[in-house]
Each structure stands twice: as structure tokens, then as C-alpha cells.
């Protein structure tokens, strides 16, 4: 309390005290015990008053006792049930979260962990994943800046996150009690499998296989990969004592376009425990890349064959040349090469328009180009009738696919008509032209995109010489024509925007976060927040159809479908105003990671103990851990004093007084006639 506030009591004393006097003794010489009862309640009343005035702080000081936080972290996951250790699991927690003793000392705090980590005093050992990392970065926040053991109830085998050994804090101690049967069993697993998603088809896919070995003797393996009854690749592996893993890498081949399933397995003629993770199911997308290019041209010129060549260098791709005249449907085709348009080419055009076929333009000598100023709005032609050699100049900048430069600016010179052209669209060049030394300011290949259409533009003839040229500076054909591959492959994908756009894999394994997301557009194509989307999954074998709403996250609609069973299911995404839909299909692979296991991992464990400064303790020597916990003098209590200051005004019992001493005064001066 500060001077002037105690100043200020003081004289609200006096000032009580002068008031009450006057009141009632001033030039009063009858002095009562009536009159005295009286004056000490106005002196109340006064004093009552000036002290909600003044307002003075009352200090309190309250004492709280903090114990050592205590996490006890169950393992959830399903390979401690695997392990038949779930059992024991509950009985060691039970007994820890019920020990009087640490109660006292401890402020007992109960979770479990799977892939999630939770606040839990109930175990049901069913999590599909199992990630100590999230125990470690949850306990760091929940009890910051203090020192603390963990008591760890696990198996200690992790199947996602990263590696928790150096996750937890190393200034607070954690004590793992391993579940599970530590004797080591001769096992054999497919312990990872790595492979593309996607593979293009008449390719070959590589797969990397891990495969691992528990056992004190020498033994022989047959690992093979089957699809169906077809076995693609079979061969011996030996293990022993001191060669624990193998790693194989296949090459398999790409046949069959659509959703491939295949199977890893490794087998041998001992007698395993756990023969589940010697087989693993894995699925490679084959995209069928193969595309129609039609080559149309009224004259015969060096650069078809040439193109036709380097294009067909892809076995995904079939050229054919045609004259104008000869053009009956365009339904069959991906890609049109113009080559030289002239009038005879008008009916192509159209047909073009209406069927929507990208298109690549090559112009030269013979090429109409007030006609092509009619058929199309990206240049603007204004041509002399005199020829130029054109060289190009390749532009670093340009990003709408990947290519690197292949020596373009030592390529020889493309013919084409001397003259301007103008760019009255939006225009991506990736290659400029130079009259021998000068910049022309005109493009020599660009590349349009307007209304989901896409157009190629090269203002120039004889490429053929480009291809020999690329053939004499690398003994080889081969890097023009993946140029010229990456300029079909451009214009054969068509990114055409649609109103609804669903996102999702084509095949999940077991256990894995199984999310399909969409997103809706209006007309102006703008993502609609109001869109009303459900989405309906139907299991392919059973018939069996599950309807759910999808919620709306950061400018995307999403639902969650973990907890399907393995198998094949179609799906239908609906937007229930505008009843825009999408069909679309995915498998779920039988796999059960948690099954993967025979033993606990006991060397991560002690890893995780010696890091820790903590003890590993096995189920049976529970009792050891509660005495060590209890002898330990690192973990104490401490007692915090926690000051309160009060404001007098906040006080009911100070207008409760007020209030009766004023009704007392008014009362007893009534009854007696005072008033």
C-alpha cells in the first residue's frame, strides 16, 4: 500500500470520525449509550463511503503446490494387439495411473498415441499407423520449460514420422517399458518398396525392394513379383548371421495401359511367425501416351519425312501425311502439323474449328500468307514476296514445358518470306529469329494457348536440316527429336478447364489417409465458396454405397474416407445445384503395415533411454520403475506463492456494511423519535 494511500485512511478517519462528532456530541452535553450506538454507525456508513473512494488494493497471498507432470503414453496401434501384448499393456498402465505414491509425487497425466496423439484413459489398440515423433513434439508443448519423465508403454516399432530416437527432448528423461516378446524368431519382410505411381506404356518401370532377414543361420530366399497368375520376375537371395538385408532393383514392363496390380513376395522352407510381411501388393498407373498426328501438306518438301521420322521415333505416336484434299474426318486425330497452308487448306481449317484439334503451323516459301492472316488472330502477316534466312535464338525464360537447349543458335538458317509480323495475341516464344547477326524482332517458334485450344507457330522451312545438323554435332538423331516430342506432347494435352475439378489418387494402401478433394467453378470461372458437394462410393463387390458431404477447407471441398476395407470402389462427385458430376474409380491394396512385426524394437528403445539419460524396463520390472521414479530427487514439488491485489470496490461485504449500518441508523432514530 502506498503512502498516499495510507494518507488518505487516515484522513478519511478523522474526516468519519468529525462527522459523527459533529453529528451527534456537538454542543450536546446528554450524552447516551443511544447517542453513542448512533454516531458509530454514521461513522461507519462515512468511513464505508470514503473507503469505495478511495479504493485501496488488499494484497492476499495465495500458496499453490505444482507436482513433476508424469505423461504415462500408451501405444494404440494395432501391432501391439499383433504382438499379444495388449494385455500387459493395460495391466502396466493400470497399475502406474493407480500408484498412490506417485500420485502424490506426480501430476499423473494419461495419452495414447497411434498416428495421432490424444489425452486418453481408455485403450482399444486399433490405430492403423504408428508415430512416436507426434509423442515427442505434443509433450514438448503441453509441458514447456519443465522437467519431467515419460513413461513410454510401447513396441517401439514406428511405421510413420520421423525418427523419434532424436525427437524427444534429451534434458528430460523417458522410460520405455517394451511390450512384446524380445526373443528374436527367424523372420523374413519385404521391409519397403519403392515405385512410381505412374509408368508410360510400352515402357519399362523400375521397382526397388528392400528385404530384410531375422535369424542365426544361413538360409536361401525366392523372391518373385507376379500379377495374377503370371510370375515377371523370380530369383534367389541368400541371407546370414552377418547379411541381414538385400536390395534388389526390377525392371518390369509397362503393357497393359490402366491400373496394374502386382505382388512382392519372398518364401523359403523355413517356418516363420509372422508370414504376413513376406508378401506386399504395390500398383503402377500405365498411361497410354499414344497419339494420332496428321501431317498436311499440298507440296512435297524434305521436312515431312523428316518429321515424320523424329515424331515417330516415339513408338506412342503415328504419323500420317495427307493432302488437303484428301482430309475426310479430323475425329481420329490428337495434333494437326499445317504445313505451308495455302487456300487448298481452308476446309481444313474449318473442320478444325469445329472439332477442336490443336494444331502446329510451320509456314516458308510456299505459304499463303494473306490466307493465314484470315484464319487466324495470333500474327498479323505482312510478307514481300522476296525470301530470308532466319536464325534462331533460344529463349531461356520460356516455362510452359521443359527443354533444354540443344545447340539451336548453331543450327542452319529456316527459309521463310522477308517481311513484318506483328503479335496481337498472347504469344510464349521460345525461339527468336536473327538475320545473321541482327535481332529481327520476329518469333521463329511460339506457342499459343487462347480458350483451351493450343497453337505451335514455326516461321520457317527446311527444319530436316536442323535434324542432320543434330545428328552431326552428337552422332545421334536422338535430342531433336525429343524436341520435336515435347512439342507433340505439348499440343496433344488439352487442360481445358471444367467447372468441377476432383483430385485423387487411383490406388491407396490399407491405412493410409484416404482424402479425394474438388474444387467448383462458376461461370467466370471463379471458385464457387457456395457449391453444395457430395460425393457417393460404391464398393465394387459388395454394392455397397456410402453418401458423404464435403466440406469446404482453403478455396477446396474435401472429404475424408479413411476406414474403407480393401478393395475396388467407383465413386460419384455431385454439385447439387448445378448437378455437375464426376465419375472416378480407386483400389485400396490389401496392406496392414502394423502387421509387419514379430518383435519389439528393442534397439531403437534403449537408443531412445541411452539419449534420454532414462532406463528401458521390461513388463515385469514395473515395480523397479515406480521405486525409481519415487527415489529420484530430481522431480520435486514446488510450492508457489501467487500474489493477488484486490480492489476494496470489488468487495460485497463493504457495501453489505454500508447498506446495514445506514437501515440501522434510519431505524433506530425513527423508533426513537429522532427523525
Known sequence: MTTNTILLLLLSLAASGGLSFYQYFYKNTNRTKLQFLLAFLRFLTVF??????????????????????????VDNSASVKDLKADAIALELYQKLASNAELQRKFDVQSYQFDNEFTLSEKFDFKGTQTNVEEVAKNLKSINKNKAYPTILITDGNQTTGNDYVYSFDANNKVYPLVLGDTTTFLDLRINQLNVNKYAFHKNKFPVEIFLQYSGAKSITADFSITQGNSVLNKQSVSFSPTKKS?????????????LQVFKAAITSK???????????????????????????????????GALKRAIEMNPQRKVTILKPQDVKTLQDYNVLILYQPTAAFKSVFEATKNVGINTFIITGTSTDFTFLNQQQSTFVFKMSSQSEDYLAKFNPQFN??????IGFENFPPLQNAFGSVTVSGNANV????????????????????SQGSRTAFLLGEN?????LQAHIDNNSFEKFDVFADKIVQFLASNNARKSLVVNHERFYNSGDALEVTAQYFNKNYEFDEKAQL??????????????????????????????????????VVKELTSKSAYNGYFEILDFDIEKQFVNPDLAKLNQLASQTKGVTFMPNQV????????????????????????????SILLLVLIAISLASEWFIRKYNGML
Open 623 to 650: 515395480d523397479a520403475l515406480i521405486d525409481k521414479l519415487l527415489k529420484d530427487d530430481t522431480y520435486k514439488a514446488i510450492q508457489k506463492a501467487i500474489v493477488k491485489k484486490i480492489p476494496l470496490i470489488d
Open 400 to 405: 510452359l514445358f521443359a527443354l533444354d537447349d
Open 246 to 258: 538385400v536390395v534388389i532393383n526390377v525392371l518390369l514392363p509397362a503393357d497393359k495401359v490402366g
Open 48 to 73: 464505508g463511503v470514503l473507503l469505495l473512494l478511495i479504493n485501496p488494493k488488499i494484497t492476499r497471498n495465495i500458496y499453490e503446490t505444482q507436482k513433476t507432470p508424469l505423461p504415462i503414453v
Open 463 to 467: 527444319i530436316w536440316k536442323w535434324r
Open 534 to 571: 457430395s460425393i457417393a462410393v460404391t464398393n465394387k463387390a459388395t454394392k455397397q454405397t456410402k453418401n458423404y458431404d464435403m466440406l469446404k477447407g482453403n478455396s477446396v471441398f474435401k472429404v475424408n474416407l479413411d476406414g474403407l476395407s480393401a478393395g475396388q470402389y467407383t465413386f
Open 430 to 449: 521460345l525461339l527468336a529469329s536473327r538475320i545473321r547477326n541482327i535481332d529481327a524482332n520476329i518469333p521463329l517458334l511460339t506457342f499459343v494457348e
Open 270 to 304: 523355413e517356418t516363420e511367425k509372422n508370414s504376413y510381411n513376406n508378401y506386399k501388393n504395390f500398383a503402377v498407373e500405365v498411361i497410354d501416351q499414344k497419339s494420332e498426328i496428321a501431317i498436311i501438306s499440298a507440296i512435297n518438301h524434305p521436312d515431312l
